[in-house]
C-alpha cells in the first residue's frame, strides 16, 4: 500500500529537552548466548539465533519528538548530523549537546554521503543480519520490522503502526504481513528511515512486543526496480538543475551550437539588459566610454557601470556581445554555404598549358 504519512519536522526555538539524568540508564549487558564477541557485528556470536532474540529486553528510554525536539549548540556550531542518544531517548546534555535534537528536515544535506545521519561510517555491504548502520552503494529507505504484536482488526493494525512510525518521517509506503508479525515501511528520505529504525530498535507499540527493526533486503519486484531506478534519476535532476545557473547553461548551449556549426540548434541570447544591437560589420573593437575610462583611471568603476549595478549575472556585457558577434557570423557562414552548393559549379578556366602552348617553347630553333 502507498500513500501519505508524515510528522512535521519543525525547527523548534525553546532548548531541547534533557531526557535522562547521568547515570540513570542501566548499562549493564544481559547474559549473553554467545561464546566470542565479533567486533564488526558488535554482538557475541557461536550462540543460537533463537536464544539472542529471546533474551532481548526492552528498551528503558524512548524518544518523544514533541516533547524532547529543541535547539543545541549544534543550530549554532553548523553541525549537520543528529544525536544519536536523542533518537534512543538517552540524551543527558538535552540544549549543551553538540549534536541535533530534531529530525532531519527535507532536502537535508550531509557533508559526506558516506556516513549516516548521526555520523557514522557506513560500509560498502550490508551485514548478514541487515542490521548496523548501512551501505553506501545503495540508498535504503524501506524498514524491515518483526515481532510486531498484531490487532484482532487490520485496520487498527495499520492505524499503530503508522501512528508509531509516522512520527519519525513522512511514510510514503507501506506493507503487513498480517498472521506473522511482520511490515515493511518506506519512508521519502533515507535519513528518516535511519533514524526511526535506531528509535524504534527495542522498542513496543500498544502492547508488550519487542521489536525487531533491521534495513530491508532489495524489493525483487521488477516493477518496484524501475521506479526506484525513476525516482533516483528524477532527483538527481533535480539536484543538479537546482545547482545550475541559467543564463550558464544557455551560454553554454549556445557555445556547443556554434562549435558544432549547426544553426538549426542555434538561438539567440537575450542580453539580462537592455543594450544596444551590434552592427552588422567587421568585428568591433572593445569600446571604452570616456567617463568608464576616467573613471577606471582613478580606481573607481566609471558612470555605466555604477548607474546598472555592476555586471549583472555569470557574463558581463562584453562577453554576451561577443557570443552575439560569432552566433551572427556563424549564421552568415551557415546560410553562405548552403548557397554555394545549391548554386551551379562555374566553366572551367583555361589551363597554363593552354595558354604557353602558342610560344613554341619546344622548338628547337629558336
Known amino acids: 500500500m502507498s500513500a501519505t504519512s508524515s510528522a512535521a519536522a519543525k525547527r523548534k526555538l525553546r532548548p ?19 561464546k566470542e564477541y565479533n567486533v564488526w557485528y558488535n554482538k557475541w556470536a557461536g550462540g543460537d539465533k533463537e536464544d539472542a532474540l529471546a533474551n532481548k ?33 538517552c540524551c543527558p546534555y538535552g540544549h549543551e549537546c553538540n549534536y541535533l535534537h530534531r529530525l532531519p528536515l527535507p532536502g537535508h544535506q550531509l557533508p559526506d554521503n558516506s556516513r549516516d545521519c548521526f ?24 524498514l524491515y520490522i518483526a515481532k510486531m504484536a498484531e490487532s484482532p482488526d487490520k485496520k487498527q493494525t495499520e492505524e499503530t503502526l503508522l501512528r508509531h512510525f509516522g512520527e519519525w518521517g513522512k511514510i510514503v509506503k507501506w506493507n503487513i504481513l498480517y498472521n506473522r508479525g511482520i511490515a515493511f515501511v518506506t519512508y521519502e528520505s533515507e535519513h528518516n528511515a535511519s533514524f526511526a529504525k ?24 521488477p516493477g518496484e526496480k524501475i521506479a526506484e531506478e525513476k525516482r533516483i534519476q528524477r532527483e538527481g535532476q533535480k539536484a543538479i538543475a537546482g545547482m ?59 558612470p555605466a557601470a555604477a548607474a546598472n549595478g555592476g555586471p549583472a549575472g555569470l557574463l558581463d556585457e562584453d562577453a554576451m556581445e561577443n557570443l552575439r558577434f560569432y552566433a551572427e557570423l556563424a549564421r552568415k557562414q551557415a546560410e553562405e554555404a548552403k548557397a554555394k552548393k545549391a548554386a551551379p559549379a562555374p566553366a572551367g578556366k583555361a589551363g597554363m598549358a593552354s595558354l604557353l602552348g602558342g610560344y613554341g617553347s619546344g622548338d628547337e630553333s629558336d
Open 119 to 142: 555520523g557514522r561510517e557506513k560500509h560498502a555491504e550490508y551485514r548478514d543480519d541487515m542490521g548496523g548502520v548501512g551501505s553506501f552503494n545503495r540508498v535504503n529507505r524501506t
Open 16 to 34: 531541547a529537552r534533557k531526557q535522562v539524568k547521568p547515570g540513570e540508564i542501566d548499562k549493564s549487558e544481559g547474559p549473553q548466548p554467545g
Open 244 to 302: 545550475l545557473d541559467e543564463g550558464l547553461v544557455e551560454a553554454a548551449q549556445t557555445i556547443r551550437a556554434l562549435e558544432d556549426e549547426d544553426v538549426e540548434d542555434y538561438y539567440p541570447i537575450e542580453a539580462s539588459r537592455p543594450s544596444p544591437s551590434p552592427e552588422p560589420v567587421a568585428r568591433p573593437a572593445k569600446r571604452i566610454r570616456s567617463g568608464d575610462a576616467e573613471g577606471e583611471a582613478n580606481g573607481r568603476p566609471g
Open 57 to 89: 529486553t526492552l528498551s528503558q528510554s524512548r524518544c518523544v519528538i514533541s516533547r524532547d525536539a529543541g535547539y543545541t549548540r549544534a543550530d549554532a556550531t553548523g553541525n549537520k548530523y543528529c544525536c544519536l542518544f536523542f533518537a534512543r531517548g
Open 198 to 221: 535506531e528509535a524504534m530498535a527495542n522498542q513496543s507499540m500498544d502492547m508488550e512486543e519487542i521489536l525487531n527493526v533491521r534495513w530491508a533486503t532489495e524489493d525483487p519486484n
